[in-house]
Nanobody, 122 residues
Framework: VQLQASGGGLVQAGDALRLSCAASGISFSSYSAAWFRQAPGKEREFVVGERWSGGSTYYADSVKGRFTISRDNAKNTVILAMNSLKVEDTAVYYC????????????????WGQGTLVTVSS
């Protein structure tokens, strides 16, 4: 099983960015997807996740209205569209997949991508 995250980069505040996470070796549609992030010196935090595969989505208050998660089961890909980026969004972003359990808890996720760095400058 492999999750390959991509799309990170250096952008200015107010810009948009689109992260992708491609899964292989897994029945992708059977898993719920999420994105977490970890800023320098901070713990990994929940950004957005699906309650079930393709189902209801939940966003951290800090990104609500700016970030959107979507999936393409035909391409085994989950997308994080990020708009109106802020300096405080700077972090390594991780995609993750889980079969069950609380969607906010990292320990419930079975597979993780390697992370992609997003840097937002002022």
């Amino acid at each position: 099983v492999q999750l390959q995250a991509s799309g990170g980069g250096l952008v200015q505040a107010g810009d948009a960015l689109r992260l992708s996470c491609a899964a292989s070796g897994i029945s992708f549609s059977s898993y719920s997807a999420a994105w977490f992030r970890q800023a320098p010196g901070k713990e990994r935090e929940f950004v957005v996740g699906e309650r079930w595969s393709g189902g209801s989505t939940y966003y951290a208050d800090s990104v609500k209205g700016r970030f959107t998660i979507s999936r393409d089961n035909a391409k085994n890909t989950v997308i994080l569209a990020m708009n109106s980026l802020k300096v405080e969004d700077t972090a390594v972003y991780y995609c993750a997949l889980r079969r069950s359990g609380n969607l906010h808890a990292p320990e419930n996720y079975d597979y993780w991508g390697q992370g992609t760095l997003v840097t937002v400058s002022s």
